[in-house]
């Protein structure tokens, strides 16, 4: 599964996604069969969830954006397979996270509000079971508000969005930067997604010079080593606000 996954996303990342589609289909079937050999393990059952969410992902690259809203459906509705030993919400999170910004992208506002509500008590489940001391456990809370901030700038709700991640950045700033590696990746994750939001919708409601300002802090900021995307990409996004 995991050398699929990996050649999915090098196919993926020199836009031959017909090749990416076919090895994340083979990521897919291999964790699926993992499933059926030990479905009592919730690790298997997230492997699916992420071959689930890489072919979504290939599929909206591809322009059929049913087909990946189609896919993500489904890996939310494997929540209620009676395989499962446990609830499956907590690994869901992200699948429905993409859900959501993909609803506000085709205009189905609703979908995407329930898509939030239902990210929200994953959110809720998943800290359940973190220790109290644990340093993710004062940024989910926060992670969850930011995807609300990219469902409103996708919705053209810039006043929203711009505020929401205004806010995100405000409340990032006062926190410590965390040690702990996997909590860092997300700390930053959470900056560079803020500060995007809000500098895109800044330049929407007249919040030009914040923009550029958040677009240059936004620049330098390591990239997550867990997205197989260009990274040239998100950084074209930055120096546009900044020349805009």
């Known amino acids: 599964a995991l050398a699929a996954s990996f050649l ?3 196919a993926a990342r020199r836009y031959d996604y017909s090749r990416a589609e076919s090895y994340a289909e083979r990521h897919r079937e291999t964790a699926e069969n993992y ?16 071959a689930q969410n890489q072919l979504q992902a290939i599929q909206f690259e591809q322009g059929r954006v049913q087909d990946a809203l189609r896919t993500l459906r489904a890996t939310v509705e494997l929540r209620n397979d009676t395989r499962l030993p446990s609830s499956l919400l907590p690994q869901l999170g992200f699948v429905l996270d993409a859900l959501a910004r993909l609803a506000a992208r085709t205009g189905d506002l609703e ?6 509500a239902l990210g929200e008590e994953a959110s809720k489940q ?4 973190l220790p109290m001391d644990d340093p993710w456990r004062p940024l989910q809370p926060i992670a969850d508000r930011q995807v609300r901030a990219e469902v409103a700038y996708l919705a053209g709700r810039h006043e929203e969005a711009f505020r929401l ?3 995100i950045i405000a409340e ?13 990746i997300g700390f930053n994750i959470l900056r560079r997604q803020s500060m995007g939001i809000a500098a895109l919708s800044g330049l929407r409601t007249g919040h030009a010079a914040d923009a550029e300002a958040l677009a240059r802090e936004r ?9 197989p995307t260009d990274p040239r990409y998100d950084q074209a996004r930055s120096r546009l606000v900044i020349r805009s």
Request: charged content about 25%.
């Open 111 to 116: 979908a995407a509000h329930d898509a939030l």
């Open 219 to 227: 620049l330098p900021l390591p990239l997550s080593p867990m997205d």
């Open 35 to 50: 499933v059926r050999f030990n479905p009592s393990n919730l690790s298997a059952w997230d492997y699916v969830t992420r």
């Open 8 to 10: 999915a996303s090098l």
């Open 172 to 184: 990032l700033r006062k926190l410590k930067v965390p040690e702990k590696r996997d909590t860092l």
């Open 126 to 129: 998943g800290l359940k079971d």
């Open 165 to 167: 991640a205004s806010g």
